[in-house]
């Protein structure tokens, strides 16, 4: 089965919404507005790891994490979020609209920590897949 790009359905937001809202609340309610800025969403992931606020065996909040590095990519690179759903499953992902290019972005920091990295730079990380999705956006894909 070939990979198959979806519109998120209401459940799907509402889970990535909880998700993002999680994450989200660990500023304190009169700081929550830095949440809006991108520097403000990878600061918050950098500051969450640095402290290790999330055990390494702790999937769903790792992939939280996820949720808002891909925000911050449908940020900065004009991605959308979408379902991609192939003969493994059905899963969110970030798309550049009009291309096959997407991140896994759940995934992008879950399987880091998970896999033993502890020092993980999140604005490395970040930096990394805006530079992939500008080269394979240039090479056409």
């Not at 999680?22 to 992931?45: A, F, I, P, S």
């Not at 065996?57 to 808002?68: I, T």
């Not at 759903?85 to 009009?98: H, I, Q, S, T």
């Not at 759940?106 to 897949?129: H, N, P, Q, W, Y």
Request: net charge negative; charged share 35%.
């Amino acid at each position: 089965m070939r990979q198959r790009f979806d519109p998120l359905n209401a459940d799907d937001i509402a889970r990535l919404e909880a998700q993002r809202t999680w994450v989200r609340n660990h500023y304190t309610e009169e700081t929550r507005d830095q949440y809006d800025l991108l520097e403000g969403k990878l600061l918050l992931l950098d500051t969450i790891l640095k402290n290790r606020w999330i055990a390494a065996d702790e999937k769903v909040k790792l992939q939280s994490l996820g949720v808002v590095l891909g925000d911050a990519l449908v940020q900065r690179m004009g991605m959308r979020w979408v379902i991609i759903e192939d003969e493994f499953g059905r899963d969110p992902a970030v798309n550049l609209e009009g291309t096959s290019i997407r991140i896994f972005a759940l995934t992008l920091i879950s399987k880091r920590i998970e896999g033993g990295v502890e020092d993980l730079d999140v604005f490395a990380l970040f930096d990394e897949a805006c530079r992939s999705v500008e080269r394979l956006k240039n090479e056409g894909v």
